[in-house]
C-alpha cells in the first residue's frame, strides 16, 4: 500500500515563528502536493511538486515556501506564521503512466494552530 | 473540471447498502468521474473512479448512467466505519493536477 506520512498530526506555534511540515512519500512518486483545508472553503492547492527541486506555485502560495530535495520528501515552509495559517494541511501524492490513474494519496493531516 | 453536485447528507442503517448519487451534467468525454471519502480528522481516501462503463473494486462500485451525466457510489454493506463525507470529482485522467473537492456528501451509518 502507498504510504504517505506527515510529521505530525498537531501543531502549536505562536505569530512569527518558522514552521516546516514534512510529508514523505513511500512509493516513488514523481508528484507531490501541499493542500490545506478549511471548513466552508474546501481543498485548496499551495504548491506542487512533479520531481525533485522542481516546484510550482498552486492557488494560494502567498505566505508559504517548499522544498524536494529528494524524491520522497516534500517540505512545506511558512517563513512567519500567523493567525490566518490556522489550518489543517494536507499532503499528497501521485503517479504518472498508463495504469496509474490519477488517484492522489493523501496522509494523515498535520492540524496547524497559530497563536 | 466539470462542475458536480452531491446531496448534503444522507443516513444508511449499517449492513445495508448505501448509494450516493452525483450529478455531473457538463462532464466532457475525456473526463472521468472519481470518489474520495474523508473520515473526520484524517486525510481524503481514493475510492474509485470509471470514464462510463460500471466499475467495482473491493471498497465500492461506480454506476455511471449511459449519457454520463450523473453516477452514484455504492457501498454494498455499509459499517460504521463508512461514516465520512464523501466527495464526487470529474476531471481529466493521467495529469498530475490539483485536486478540487466541493462540498460533498456526508454520509452517516448507524446502528
Known amino acids: 500500500d502507498v504510504k504517505v506520512t506527515q510529521s505530525s498530526r498537531y501543531l502549536v506555534k505562536r505569530t512569527g515563528e518558522k514552521v516546516f511540515l514534512e510529508c514523505v512519500q513511500d512509493m516513488d512518486h514523481e508528484n507531490m502536493f501541499w493542500y490545506r483545508q478549511d471548513p466552508g472553503l474546501g481543498l485548496r492547492l499551495i504548491y506542487f511538486?512533479?520531481?525533485?527541486?522542481?516546484?510550482e506555485k498552486g492557488d494560494i502560495p502567498e505566505g508559504y515556501s517548499v522544498s524536494r530535495e529528494k524524491k520522497e520528501r516534500f517540505s512545506l515552509i511558512l517563513e512567519s506564521a500567523s493567525t490566518n495559517q490556522t489550518s489543517m494541511y494536507l499532503c499528497?501524492?501521485?503517479?504518472?503512466?498508463?495504469?496509474?490513474?490519477?488517484?492522489?494519496?493523501f496522509g494523515p493531516g498535520t492540524r496547524l494552530t497559530v497563536l | 473540471d466539470a462542475k458536480t453536485t452531491q446531496p448534503t447528507s444522507m443516513d444508511c442503517a449499517e449492513g445495508r447498502a448505501a448509494n450516493l448519487p452525483c450529478n455531473h451534467s457538463?462532464?466532457?468525454?475525456?473526463?472521468?468521474v472519481y470518489w474520495y471519502r474523508q473520515i473526520h480528522s484524517q486525510g481524503p481516501q481514493y475510492i474509485i473512479h470509471g470514464l462510463k462503463n460500471n466499475e467495482t473494486n473491493e471498497m465500492a462500485s461506480l454506476i455511471i448512467t449511459e449519457d454520463r451525466k450523473s453516477s452514484t457510489l455504492i457501498l454494498p454493506h455499509a459499517t460504521l466505519r463508512d461514516t465520512a463525507v464523501y466527495y464526487c470529482i470529474v476531471r481529466v485522467a493521467l495529469t498530475a493536477s490539483k485536486l478540487t473537492f466541493g462540498t460533498g456528501t456526508r454520509l452517516q451509518v448507524t446502528l
Open positions: 511538486s512533479y520531481d525533485v527541486k522542481m516546484k
Open positions: 499528497a501524492s501521485t503517479n504518472l503512466g498508463l495504469v496509474a490513474y490519477n488517484e492522489q494519496f
Open positions: 457538463t462532464i466532457s468525454g475525456n473526463e472521468y
